[in-house]
């Protein structure tokens, strides 16, 4: 659709005062027209009077015109004495412009003689004409008036053109008041057409800063985020393809703060957003000019560093002091706050080659900050590139698995220490990649936890594992690992009732493995779900022991029924100088103090079973009694324990004896 164009508002102005221009132009045009308009007109009155009144008060005006001599009484009256204070001098020209009389009057008297018989053009022409002529003349104020008229008027008698006579009329003083009068006029009419255009034109004016203003206001909304009044995303894109087109050096810093969120959620949004604002200043306090700050949304940051041609460890410096400006603690109002920083960094032309290429870079080695342990900065390097998109494969690996349950269990036997009574098998998940090479656990599941499949997937071994439980001798119990994150939806007690119940499977047949880590936090509300746990008949085993903080209060605290002590134990037991043997004995004494059974796990060599059974551990697990099997190979190898022994009666792990 045609849309009329807007002038733009400078032209538009333009054309506005020029037009007010020329109207006070033509205006004071106008003004000076009417003036002499209104002088002449008034000289050719004066002169038709004047001519009119000698006409028919001169005694013989014919003698006169023809050069005759007159009467006194004519001379009286052309001596000018009564003549008007306008008038200062006339002449009296015959028809033919021969001049037959001057009189000189006033102050202007004597100051221009004129001979006898001088002949007028002028005076002949309006004596042939018939019709008055008027000039407006200029006098030096000295011996003729500033401004005055000459004004020729026939004198007529009875329509018959005798003679003409040439009146000389002082129009300074009239022309002066004529001046003030119609300029006053002049200047309200050209006041009220130019205030007719000043408005407008002043109003275009005020619409014209108003739109700049808006536009400007537009344009600084468009290019910077709000919260903070840093640029945004869009205008830092903006500022690396300008850097990019002029083939200037520069690093690209993602800044993610660490903990951020547990401030918006302990202490509120409004006191979040002025954490954020307080980053922004940090940020701005330590760029410099070059330095350009932005807000990507939420928590993230970020800083283009303009760098001299191979100056690659500014960039890292610079990265390194950001890390420790936001370090520092943050004060809104009451509040203090501690979070931190994980910086990013990529640089052009390094590491992309492209706009798209450089953020993912910076993207990927921010990642690998996160994962390093937060609070760090961390330059892009193609490894990490090769690890994110491994860890992408896992996660598509571990969702499709989930979907499909396609992960297997192995079981691992645990025998009484003689290493002769199968006791139990440990449940052991396993997960293949695409193409069947075997992923550790230690690798997926705490990938698995990140992504909170850990549920599903828990719950699945845990039914999995009962299920094939039940197919084996009632005397051997089953042992399954539980994620700390089972813990935290708070269903744990309910999803192990309804797998006893769907399984049929004895309670007391079920050992639930957990890490002290889950007690770290929420320890009361833990405590209740294992009580309810236990209220079933199900017991509990404190998993790797001896690696975490190992504090004795959990032991003492929680319904512990077993301690699983970390297989690093068993590598220490080779080494004479690690004592880990005099550690080994304490726990052992601290768990019969305790009412606990402790297991060994990790047990790869007779010296090493050798001394447990010394020490009078109660169970061991580990290579050298058996690796981890699949379920279908578990019945040979309960087969092989039972065979010298098939008379024992079934064992069941025994319940740690209540307090
Ligand atoms: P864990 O619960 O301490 O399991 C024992 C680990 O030690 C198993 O590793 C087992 O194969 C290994 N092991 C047993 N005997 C020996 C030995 O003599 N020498 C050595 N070097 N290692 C031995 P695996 O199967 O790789 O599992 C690693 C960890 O993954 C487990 O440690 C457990 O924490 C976790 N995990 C395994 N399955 C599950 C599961 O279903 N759920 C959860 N939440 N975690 C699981
Ligand atoms: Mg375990
Ligand atoms: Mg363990």
Redesign the pocket.
Known sequence: MFQPRRLPWPVALGFTLAAAVLLVWGAHGITQKARQAILDRDAELTARVWGEFLVANLGSIADLLAGRPVSEADQRLLSCKRQTAAIFRFKIFDGNGLLRHVADCGRWDDMHRVAQGERSSDAAAVAQSGSPQVFARRGDGVSRPQLYAAAFMPLALEQDVMGVIEVYIDHTARARMLESVLLTAGASISALAGSAFALPALLALWHARERRKTAHRLRHVASHDELTGLLNRSALVERIDQLMARKTEFAVHFIDLDRFKDVNDNHGHPVGDALLREVAERLLHIASDSICVARLGGDEFAMVQELAPADELASMRLARRIVTAIDLPFHMGEVEARIGASVGTSLYPRDGQNRERLLVAADLALYAAKRAGRGRAVGFESSIEEERRSRQALEARLRQAVEDEDFE??Y?PLYSTDGKTLRAF?????LNAEDGTPI???VF?PVAEELRL?DR??QW?LREACQTATLWPGSISIA????PL?FLSGSLSTIVHSVLDETGIDPRRLEL?M?ESVLLEKPDAILAQLNIIKSFGVSIAL??FGTGYSSLSYLWRFPFDTL?V??SF?VGLNDPASRSREVLDTIIALGRVLNLHVTA????TREQIEVLRELHCDFV????LG??VRSTEVASVILEALKPRDEEPPLILPQRKQA
């Open positions: 269990i192995y691992q440990e449940a052991l998940l396993r550790s656990p230690a599941i850990i997937i828990g071994v399954v690992n539980l994620s089972q493995e890490t998993d790797d699983k970390d297989g068993m796990e990790g047990v790869e697990q580990g290579f050298l690796r981890p």
